[in-house]
Nanobody, 128 residues
Framework: QVQLVESGGGLVQAGGSLRLSCAAS????????MGWFRQAPGKEREFVAA????????YYTDSVKGRFTISRDNAKNTVFLQMNSLKPEDTAVYYC?????????????????????WGQGTQVTVSS
């Protein structure tokens, strides 16, 4: 099993920045991909960004391209989400997720069901 703990959420004004962190523990050697998802009140949990654990290839949903950057520190088993130019519509609980299985298709990174392990979530609130 892989355990995930997110941190770094908070309240920020529109146009501001936040950096989320997700620390993984347990069977971290089994991780092939990690992702960030978010869930706003009354909405489905949606994909934000993902990264391949070995090669570092990154994937983003269109609404955050150019504003958010996902990165990882393999030595510390940590993945980050740098969020710049935040908008009120970015307000949500942000969840970190890990996939301890091989990735065969690019589409895998974008699907919620591709990930087996989830963190508890961290609240991000962007005021207008």
């Amino acid at each position: 099993q892989v355990q995930l703990v997110e941190s770094g959420g908070g309240l920020v004004q529109a146009g501001g920045s936040l950096r989320l962190s997700c620390a993984a523990s347990g069977r971290t050697f089994s991780i092939y991909a990690m992702g960030w998802f978010r869930q706003a009140p009354g909405k489905e949990r949606e994909f934000v960004a993902a990264i391949s654990w070995s090669g570092g290839t990154t994937y983003y949903t269109d609404s955050v391209k150019g504003r958010f950057t996902i990165s990882r520190d393999n030595a510390k088993n940590t993945v980050f989400l740098q969020m710049n130019s935040l908008k009120p519509e970015d307000t949500a609980v942000y969840y970190c997720a890990a996939r301890p299985r091989i990735v065969y298709y690019t589409s895998t990174y974008y699907r919620r069901e591709s990930y087996d392990n989830w963190g508890q979530g961290t609240q991000v609130t962007v005021s207008s």
